[in-house]
């Protein structure tokens, strides 16, 4: 909610709070703006600006505990403080994207993902790798979870023991300082994990907790008894059940019941008490000043419990995220969010808004291709981008064909039913097919958390594996592996015309295949994800840039496709039209931004199609178009479409 949408009463009550506060502000910071005189006046331009947002939505949440005004004024020193240590360069970068608020809507974005240590080795290694993240044509890179975490089980990182501690393992905080300073010179920004949801039980709050002191307690959800978690388990659906049942674990140390959504080790946080959101928004606010531009906010649906829900999507989730976001625009305007809802369709586009996060990741999306490869029938596919794509203005999707996590069936049984698909059915047919139990399946994929008494799992496995490269290439089938090679470069070239960001993660660029020795490893073994995160294989992208090897082809292949996006403005921006074809193999859409069009073609058949050209010229192609991989100028009536071609007409 913008400034301007509060109502006047509101608006004045904010005013009033900030007349309030405000004196006590300078005189405690009087030092500071004396010494960053033109620092602090544009420090308090934008608190006076975004102030009213962050007032309503901070007194929404919290207007209940009696000492609102204390947890207030704290927040607002948590701010300044954060702004006397922005560095310079921060600052200008603050300008500029103040100045250009969409400009990662740009068809030049190009995002990839890896972890550290799996990619280079460490924080050093990942330095040394910006030569071929500029060649691959990055312009974000997301680092996957790098901070101090448990040894052994930590969920892949994602159990932080501390936000300003990097995993000794990896390297240091003035390393990943220097690394951000070294990629945004680059052209290329930091995107790092916010574990929004939970710490680890390794964590100072967490120890502090654990040895009695109530402060601390507070900052999670603990129970003396299992009354409340047997009432709030009536409604809650078991994440992984495998590891334990419920959401609650117990600690003997201090008698209580510790509410884990997730993992016994991976504490909830309470954001019901104030001192956690401030707390929270100085870690935020901590890493912005590291340089990370973008923070992948965790598990976002799960941060507000309140019983008798699903305690999954409430509306305070929302508001805390854009209090979050309002408290950044004030100290560090540039830091961007993105939301990881993996969650129904109709929740997932609630997190998406300039004021809260202003990226999303699309997992229908992924999921969609993977399914629309199994059954080469785009109506899914087709009828999701038609009516669940559109998102507001100054967002963007982050669009990916798979990520360090398993693929869930994502799509709305409602939007299945409307096709005549059984939701049920139909998945069960998937996972079938993509754990290669079903006959005929090109795929290599693993289960991940099935659970046998529902027919319910994920799947796991690298892109190329999914694919059937390694079905192919374990059967010597020269044309499988063509064949493979075009359903990897088909579904790439979707999420880098669709509109948003494209995300590779690196290793697929190269056709990297499925790692089964992590079941060696008892702290890997029971969790078949890590079949999709082995080490980079830097003698294999060597090869990439050898044409007669499979890492060549798929490389060169997918290095022409960023380069067509990268080349095209029609691809800016989230403007889509999807067309009206008579093939149910053949998906179709037009682009269009700056006066520029393209019309994408993307056959899902392992047959050739064709498509009558009078349908194409319904969507504005003449006679004569030019195919924008080939450069080629193209003279024809019906159109031919190869086994998996990818086409972008430029007319």
Sequence with gaps: MQEEALASPERQFAQLSLQRLLPRLQARYAAQASADQAGWELFLQRLQAHFPRLFDLYYRL???QYDFFFHLEDLLCTLADSWQQRSPALRKLDIRREAQPDWFESHKMLGGVCYVDLFAGDLQGVQEKIPYFQELGLTYLHLMPLFLAPQGENDGGYAVSSYRQVNPALGNMKQLSTLAGKLRRAGISLVLDLVFNHTSDEHE?????????????????????????????????????????????????????????????QWDLNYANPEVFNRMAGEMLFLANLGVEVLRLDAVAFIWKRLGTSCENLPEAH????????????????????SEAIVHPDEVARYIAPEECQLSYNPLLM??????LATRQVNLLDQALRERFKIKPQCAWVNYVRCHDD????????????????GYDHRRFLNDFYS??????????LPFQENPKTGDMRISGTCASLAG???ALEQGDETEIDLAIQRILLIHGVILTVGGVPLIYLGDETGMLNDYSYRQDAAKAADSRWVHRPSADWEKV??????GTIEGRIYQGLGRLIELRQSTPALSGQDLQMMNLPNEHILGYVRSAGGERALVLANFSEKAQTIPGNYLRLYGLSYTYRDGLSGNLVQMDDLPLDPYEFLVLLS
Excluded at 212 to 229: K, V
Excluded at 319 to 328: G, K, M, R, S, V
Aim: aromatic residues 16%.
């Design 62 to 64: 919290y207007a209940t």
């Design 205 to 265: 709050w967490a120890q502090r907790a654990l040895a009695g002191e109530q402060t601390y307690q507070a900052y999670y959800r603990m129970f003396p008894d299992r009354q409340a978690p047997d009432a709030y388990e009536a409604n809650l659906r078991e994440i992984f059940p495998d590891e334990h049942p419920g959401a609650f674990t117990y600690r003997p140390t201090i008698d209580r019941w510790v509410w884990t959504t997730f993992h016994a080790y």
């Design 319 to 338: 508001l805390l995220i854009q209090a979050f976001n309002a408290a950044a625009r004030i100290a560090a305007p540039a830091l961007l969010f993105k």
């Design 367 to 372: 999921a969609l291709l993977w399914n629309t």
């Design 407 to 422: 693929i869930g069936w994502t799509f709305s049984d409602e939007d299945a039913a409307s096709l005549g698909i059984n």
């Design 436 to 445: 290669g139990r079903f006959e005929g399946s090109f795929a290599c994929g």
């Design 469 to 471: 490269l390694e079905k």
């Design 542 to 547: 060597a090869r990439r840039s050898d044409s």
